[in-house]
């Protein structure tokens, strides 16, 4: 079964600043990988598929890039509502990584 | 609106069984598959069913699989999750969600839409 790693764990920050997170597939998923973006108390809500599509809706300042195992998200400029847990997630087996947790 | 709601949920002892609800609003369910995903306190988030538009189609995460059941009945704009020999390891909060679709794609593997979850807790 394919496992995605994420990391960092958490990642502290301060608003204006550009936030990398990172996830990285234990066999190559090409571009099949998402991300999503789970604000405390709220479900989880899609960000980006496909690797670097944005879904409908979804700020500009987050991008998604990579292919093959090594994939990153990034937030140009973190707003203060950018705090949450974010995961990635590839098609193989539906799984979820372990999540980042981005503190602003 | 479009929007997901769960229904079902609630305190169940080990070895009983639930079925969990998800139907939807502001939206035709039937056009879409559909998800279950679940959350335990305090931890990621784990994939568990998924079901077809037409029900054709189902899987079924290795730690459930004998377990949980997923169905719909599309003429009610429902899908369900049985749940049974509950163990304490499937408390979680329970979420459905909608498969991805930019036309005339269906993502089977994304999920764009979900629902607020209900909460299941498996304890005597």
């Known amino acids: 079964d394919i496992v995605l790693t994420q990391s960092p764990a958490t990642l502290s920050s301060s608003p204006g600043e550009r936030a990398t997170l990172s996830c990285r597939a234990s066999?190559?998923?090409?571009?099949?990988l998402a991300w999503y973006q789970q604000r405390p108390g709220q479900a989880p809500r899609l960000l980006i598929y496909?690797?670097?599509t944005r879904a409908a809706g979804v700020p500009a300042r987050f991008s998604g890039s990579g292919s093959g195992t090594d994939f990153t998200l990034t937030i140009s400029s973190l707003e203060p509502e950018d705090s949450a847990v974010y995961y990635c997630?590839?098609?193989?087996?539906?799984?979820f990584g372990g999540g980042t947790r981005v503190e602003i | 609106q479009v929007q997901l709601v769960e229904s079902g949920g609630g305190v169940v002892q080990p070895g009983r069984s639930l079925r969990l609800s998800c139907t939807a609003s502001?939206?035709?369910?039937?056009?879409?598959?559909v998800h279950w995903v679940r959350q335990a306190p305090g931890k990621g988030l784990e994939w568990v069913a998924l079901i077809s538009l037409d029900g054709s189609d189902k899987r079924i995460a290795d730690s459930v699989r004998g377990r949980f059941t997923i169905s719909r009945d599309n003429s009610n704009n429902t899908v369900y999750l049985q749940m049974d020999s509950l163990r304490p390891e499937d408390t979680a909060v329970y979420y459905c969600a909608r498969e991805l679709v930019v036309p005339p794609r269906h993502y089977n593997y994304y999920m764009d839409v979900w629902g607020k979850g209900t909460t299941i807790t498996v304890s005597s």
């Open positions: 502001g939206f035709t369910l039937n056009t879409y598959g």
């Open positions: 496909d690797a670097s």
């Open positions: 997630q590839q098609r193989s087996n539906w799984r």
């Open positions: 066999r190559t998923i090409s571009t099949y």
